[in-house]
């Protein structure tokens, strides 16, 4: 029997993301029409010996988490709970918190995953590559080859080529180590939490040690209780024979910012060619003109006239008008785009109106095509303090007048604007 983790952080993660994540948890934003968490959990329902997926984070339960898990458990007829953190406890504090639960009618492995990444998932190879590797108590890390400059920005994995072993894992170098990188998606045994449970007794050891006075003011079981798989546990497993790689070439990335949002959705798009045709729209009479892969909900109202794609997700409700342009944008649920308006790499956030021949735009963020193991930048917002240009974001119930243009900006919820901006963060 098997089960998945899919830790999902809490509301003081996904910062990149504002303001889209002030109305959404980040893990429930749409990626190509789905909430990002659906296309994990899909994955994981197609495993036939799956019995239950936890989502692991610190999120007060809400309404939208809550109708969020209601609704895939019906849609794919397996357990899925929500455990929440009583704090921010890291990567591996929160699964070795909730391990009896893990635990409970004896897996005999586990996958956990970070609920920030798009993937193929290719769980199933993970599953006969742990057969084949190692012995039965050892863990698998999804790796994929990134560039040796971005490879700084991720765990970076140093394998036996011969034998596929971790040998050295170093997250986030500050210089080169390897070009293989964490994707952020393992498959662990029980055994795990022996591991854990050491590095847990160490902490706790520690700060009996070296109590200062402002430890004694915290909570000490609190501190000991954070633990983060990559640093703590990868680092020390590495060159024991116990942690082995499984190196995917198939899509990966990371969904940090808005930008990558995009980015993310064009993949799950192609890749819903061979697994969700059914959410491609096509070309019909009296339907609108489509060009590449787009979604759109069926309850969108779209003129004829209007021309849509690549990569465009229409959310529910969005109504748009004759003659708009949209491309490598998604345009969330109840927005308005008036007629002949154009969109092109942003982001229209819920219940938002643009009007008639005004121009959304932004640039796109997608990593270099001409280098196949580029990943997308997800960078800071500034650099040399200046705005990055980047995609455009408007948040929810944004008003852009007619006849205006939006370039490279992030506008945030509920502004009414009255002229052109470039480059700017409206507040
Ligand atoms: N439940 C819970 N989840 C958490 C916590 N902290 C982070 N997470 C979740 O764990 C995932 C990893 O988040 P980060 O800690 O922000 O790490 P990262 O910068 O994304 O890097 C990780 O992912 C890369 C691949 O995308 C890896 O390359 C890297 O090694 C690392 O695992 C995210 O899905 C985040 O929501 C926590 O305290 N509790």
Redesign the pocket.
């Known amino acids: 029997m098997l089960k998945a983790v899919i ?4 509301p003081q ?1 996904g910062t990149r993301f504002r303001p889209l994540s002030f109305e959404v948890p980040k893990p429930l934003f749409p990626v190509a029409g789905v909430p990002m968490l659906q296309h994990h959990i899909e994955a994981c329902s197609k495993l036939p010996n799956m019995k239950e997926i936890l989502l ?3 999120y007060q339960p809400n309404e939208e988490l809550n109708r969020f898990l209601s609704c895939a458990q019906q849609d794919f007829k397996i357990s899925i709970r929500y455990l929440q ?1 009583y704090a ?4 591996g ?2 699964i070795y918190h909730f391990r009896d639960q893990i635990l409970s009618g004896s897996p005999e492995a586990f996958f956990v995953m ?4 798009c993937s193929e998932f290719p769980l199933p190879e993970m599953l006969d590559f742990q057969k084949e590797h190692g012995d039965a108590y050892s863990f698998v890390i999804l790796g994929t080859t990134a560039n040796r400059k971005q490879s700084l920005n ?2 970076c994995i140093v394998e036996n080529e011969q034998t596929d072993e971790v040998l050295h894992y170093v ?2 170098p500050s210089t080169f180590v390897s070009d293989i ?4 998606i393992y498959l662990f045994t029980p055994e795990i939490f022996q591991h854990i449970g050491t590095v847990f007794q160490k902490n706790q050891q520690d700060m009996l040690f070296y109590r200062t006075r402002l430890e004694e003011q915290s909570n000490g079981w609190h501190r000991a209780e954070v633990i983060r ?2 640093q703590d546990i990868f680092t020390a497993l590495a060159g024991q024979g116990k942690l082995y790689v499984y190196k995917t070439d198939r899509f990966w990335s ?1 969904i ?1 910012s808005a930008g990558s949002a995009i980015y993310a959705s064009r993949l799950y798009l192609n890749q819903y060619h061979t697994t969700h045709p059914e959410r491609l729209a096509t070309n019909r009479e009296g339907g609108p003109k489509t060009r590449g892969h787009v979604y759109i909900h069926p309850t969108a109202n779209i003129d004829p006239t209007a021309v849509l794609g690549p990569n465009v997700s229409i959310g529910t409700g969005v109504t748009i008008g004759a003659g708009v342009r949209v491309r490598e944008s998604i345009i969330l649920h109840g927005a308005t785009l008036q007629d002949h308006s154009c969109v092109l790499n942003s982001i229209v956030g819920w219940g938002s109106t643009i009007g008639k021949w005004a121009r959304v735009e932004g640039t796109p963020s997608d990593p270099n095509p001409n280098d196949p193991y580029a990943k997308i930048d997800s960078e800071t917002l500034f650099r040399d303090g200046k705005l990055t240009p980047s995609i455009t974001i408007l948040g929810c119930n944004v008003n852009i007048p007619s006849e205006v243009i939006i370039l490279n900006s992030i506008v945030l919820p509920h502004k009414d604007l009255n002229r052109s901006f470039k480059n700017q963060i409206i507040l």
């Open positions: 830790l999902i952080g809490g993660k692991i984070g610190f953190e921010a406890l890291g990567t504090g929160g970070n609920a920030d990444v991720y765990g997250e986030k990188i964490n994707c952020g798989l990559e990371q940090k």
